[in-house]
């Protein structure tokens, strides 16, 4: 009779450790929107391209993440304002840092330089932050975007079985962007503003492949994106049903992010609130944009949105998506300060399977 062979158990990064600490305590404040933020400079081409990219033959406004690179200065300057607003986690500017988002500037070569820039823009900022504050500990939060093709949705009418992308392109990508986040020194993995699931599904598996190779496992934070009022997800997915799609990725945080303005998101919050083993986030837009794409919730009105989820027990870190500044986190954290954080809930073991709809059985 042969034996079973069961895999040691992975190690753990020591920012899990740390993180756990911070989230027992109390209500932990993300930082706000970048690209926002990086509007307010009105860069121009010129900016965006620097000395080392002066004569790139095609545009390069716009590539946010390139500015790491050409003009790190914005960046940690940003990083520093969500700080000094008082959040304990801010996200690198990496949104796109994938080779299938920069394949648009025909800048696929330097993914993981790009990446190595944002961790390292975001780590001076929050170092910079701890020794203003002696004791204060501030994380970075490697951010990973949700990707311009879908794996779930056709570009093409016409063609509903086609994809612009596959899984194995979607992994590759994600992979090559999750090991520069982690060889920089990211505290902790953002899977975000996630719109398609199979998307998210195909970066929380080139996550585990990650981690089993190297042996070590870091926090993974997971956020959707409820696109409208009918609470699904652009690729239809319910909040439960998608919960139960990325559980088994033992996430330490699930939530929502972007699309819509904070009271638009309290019924998703609330559903995940009672279905969640794991921390919950809520980091929502500054309102929905208006007619001039812009958001119009000021920082008094987001501050008392979350300040109620807060109250109500729903939330574990709170924080702010587009349109958001650091005046609309500084107010957030002012609005939360002293409440407790949710507690996490004892959920019976079933079985959870999931489709558009989830199933209990």
């Known amino acids: 009779m042969s034996a079973v ?15 756990r600490e911070l989230f027992a305590k109390r209500i932990v404040v993300l930082d706000g929107a970048m690209g926002s933020m990086v509007q307010t400079y009105q860069l121009s081409e010129a900016d965006f391209r620097g000395e080392r990219f002066k004569d790139f033959p095609h545009d390069l406004k716009g590539n946010n993440d390139l500015l790491c690179i050409t003009k790190p200065s914005v960046i940690e300057e940003i990083h520093a304002a969500y700080f000094a607003a008082g959040a304990d986690i801010v996200e690198t500017n990496s949104f796109s840092a994938t080779t299938i988002g920069m394949a648009d500037y025909h800048l696929e070569e330097i993914v993981t330089e790009l990446n190595h820039a944002a961790v390292a823009c975001a780590r001076r900022a929050a170092r910079a932050a701890e020794r203003a504050t002696p004791g204060r500990k501030c994380f970075v939060a490697g951010a990973i975007g949700p990707l311009n093709r879908t794996l779930s949705m056709s570009p093409d009418v016409n063609r509903p079985d086609y994809r ?9 990508a994600y992979t090559q962007q999750i090991e520069a986040l982690i060889d920089a020194g990211a505290d902790t993995l ?3 503003t ?22 070590v496992r870091l926090p993974v934070m997971v956020s959707v994106t409820i696109t409208d009022a009918s609470g699904r997800t652009l690729s239809g997915q319910t909040t439960e049903a998608f919960y139960n799609s990325i559980r088994h990725a033992r996430p330490f945080s699930v939530g929502i992010n972007c699309a819509l303005g904070g009271r638009a998101m309290r019924p998703y919050i609330e559903e995940l609130s009672r279905i969640a083993e794991c921390h919950v986030t809520c980091y929502p837009n500054a309102g929905l944009p208006n007619a001039f794409g812009g958001y119009d919730e000021t920082p008094a009105d987001m501050a008392a949105v979350l300040r109620e989820f807060a109250d109500a027990g729903l939330v574990n870190l709170v924080g702010g998506c587009c ?14 300060q002293g409440l407790k954080p949710r507690a996490l809930p004892n959920i019976p073991p079933a079985l959870r399977l999931s489709g558009l709809e989830p199933l209990t059985a």
């Open 190 to 192: 953002l899977v975000e």
């Open 5 to 19: 062979v069961t895999a040691a158990p992975l190690a753990e990064h020591p920012s899990y450790a740390a993180l």
């Open 194 to 215: 996630i719109f398609d699931t199979l998307n998210s599904k195909a970066a929380l598996f080139a996550i585990d492949e990650v981690f089993e190779r190297r042996g």
């Open 164 to 172: 612009a992308v596959t899984w194995a392109q979607v992994v590759t």
């Open 323 to 336: 349109g958001s500044t650091p005046p609309h986190i500084a107010a957030i954290a002012k609005a939360v």
